[in-house]
């Protein structure tokens, strides 16, 4: 019983961890002084904008190997207890119950009997939840996102001098990305999209904003 028809991440969550790993790089490189910051300033910026990316990374492609593990617990106690179930009603409850109440509410009892079939034909599941190739492929994937999303926000201080060319180049990325974010979500959410980026840039901002302000 495997994860390999599992999505990655929902369009929805990787808006929110771009918006939130926007949110941490920012509130580095907005630590920076354009006036007083030297080299060895940029240097201490970098180190720890690239690190908290990374461990954020690490730590969510964890999160997604823990939802795997859940979820393949999940579909195993399903089985194990349908299988169980003394008469066929019980099983449809049980059914039912794994089921979004929209969907489980348009079913009928030929249609629960039809799937509780098909579920008793499936082969014997493992004893536990484990992971397979695809999880750890997966996982990997959802750290090189999360990394990946907040990387340009930092390019420009590698390659630009002075630091406040790099600054000017650095935040109209991080806009950019911003209402990309915002443009996107409005997409999804059904708003208006153009608005729904410029929001998510004011947002945004204000969210760095205070985070810097409560010492984050």
Known sequence: MSNENKRLLGPAERIGEA??????????????SVADAGRDDVRAMLIGAIGCNIAWGIID????????????AGRIRLLHTMRKAAAPEDAHRVIAESLPPLVAATLGPAEYESIRGQLVRLPEPPSYPRLGRHDWLAALSVFVWVFAITFPVVIPFIFMNPLARAMRFSNAIAIVLLFLCGFA???IAGYRRWL?????????????????????
């Not at 492609?61 to 393949?72: I, K």
């Not at 004011?202 to 409560?214: D, E, R, W």
């Open 19 to 32: 918006l939130f790993g926007l949110i941490m790089v920012l509130t580095f490189t907005g630590s920076l």
């Open 61 to 72: 492609a964890f999160f997604y190997l823990m939802d795997c593990l859940s979820e393949q």
């Open 185 to 187: 979500f409005g997409r």
């Open 196 to 216: 729904t980026g410029l929001a998510m840039v004011v947002l945004g901002s204000a969210l760095v904003a205070i985070t810097m302000a409560l010492g984050g």
